[in-house]
């Protein structure tokens, strides 16, 4: 079987799609090739499966991001809602704002900064739920005129608040994590309705005085339409059993990941509402793909 994931290595879609991939390979008896085949926002990869033979031998492990480009993509290539079939939202993790140590001490210090200059910041990619939190946080919110760099992946994006390259970017947790725990990153907020236990010491953006703010990344799997239903029950009852292993809790929480879990059928309704829900971002920012 391989796993494509159309996003960098060490990003956040990465990260997750390894945890699972090793667990279903060691369960299954069989290899399980993850194929990073990032670009486009992770269109790329998302049509490639959206093409591919629906046996259950090519399946796609993606963020929220299929959901934005949607109304993004002038031509995202494929029907979110026609050419897949969700098996399981596995996880999911806040987005949050990220700084070098020597940069801004809080979100509202970033903001006042660049009230006269704008902000130039950068996220995971166009079409990413992070690039679209930013965009609605710094521009609808705070009223800042903004620049937006799009990184190739959470994993560039990181890199480039570890070097100083811009001021701020936006990504989920997961690949922040461990750079705000060696101090090497400096947390700003997240966007969370609730602290996260991985990081407890980062406020949430509701805290920081914008009331009702609630933006995730969730990574799901899908495969192509027609893939018959006996292998759609039998991957999502596998995933089912590797998100209540208590280890595998144990390990999704130190990562700052929530999982999540549940029917195929309860994805497939979650998703009609994430493509609203993003379609309206869209429109209020006017966001674009650089």
Do not use: C
Not at 208 to 217: K, N
Request: hydrophobic share 45%.
């Amino acid at each position: 079987m391989r796993v494509i994931v159309p996003f960098p290595a060490a990003g956040v879609t990465d990260i997750l799609a390894r945890l699972v991939g090793a667990r279903l390979s060691e369960s299954w008896g069989q290899p399980i090739v993850i194929e990073n085949r990032s670009g486009a926002g992770g269109n790329i990869g998302v049509v490639a499966i959206a093409r591919s033979a629906p046996d259950g031998y090519s399946v796609l492990m993606t963020s929220s991001s299929i959901a934005v480009n949607m109304s993004l993509s002038a031509n995202p290539g494929y029907d979110l809602l026609k050419d897949f079939v969700p098996v399981i939202n596995v996880a999911s993790s806040p987005n949050m704002i990220i700084t070098q140590p020597n940069g801004p001490t809080s979100l509202r210090e970033l903001i006042e900064q660049s009230k006269k200059d704008g902000l130039i910041y950068g996220s995971a990619g166009a079409g990413t739920t992070p690039h679209l939190t930013a965009e609605y946080l710094f521009k609808n919110l705070a009223g800042l005129k903004v620049t937006h760099v799009p990184y190739k992946g959470a994993a560039p994006a990181v890199n480039a608040a570890l070097s100083g390259e811009v001021v701020a970017v936006s990504v989920a947790m997961p690949t922040a994590v461990p750079h705000l725990r060696s101090g090497k990153l400096r947390g700003l907020a997240i966007t969370s309705r609730r602290r996260n236990d991985a990081v407890p010491d980062i406020p949430t953006v509701e805290e920081l005085g914008f009331p009702g703010f609630e933006d995730i990344t969730w990574v799901g799997i899908f495969v192509p339409a027609g893939t018959p239903p006996a292998i759609v029950s039998k991957i999502n009852a596998d995933v089912n059993a590797f998100l209540s292993m208590a280890d595998s809790r144990e390990r999704l929480a130190s990562l700052a990941f929530d999982p999540v879990g549940g029917a195929p059928e309860s994805f497939a309704a979650y998703l009609r509402t994430e493509v609203a829900k993003w379609a309206k971002v869209i429109r209020e920012t006017g966001a674009k793909i650089e």
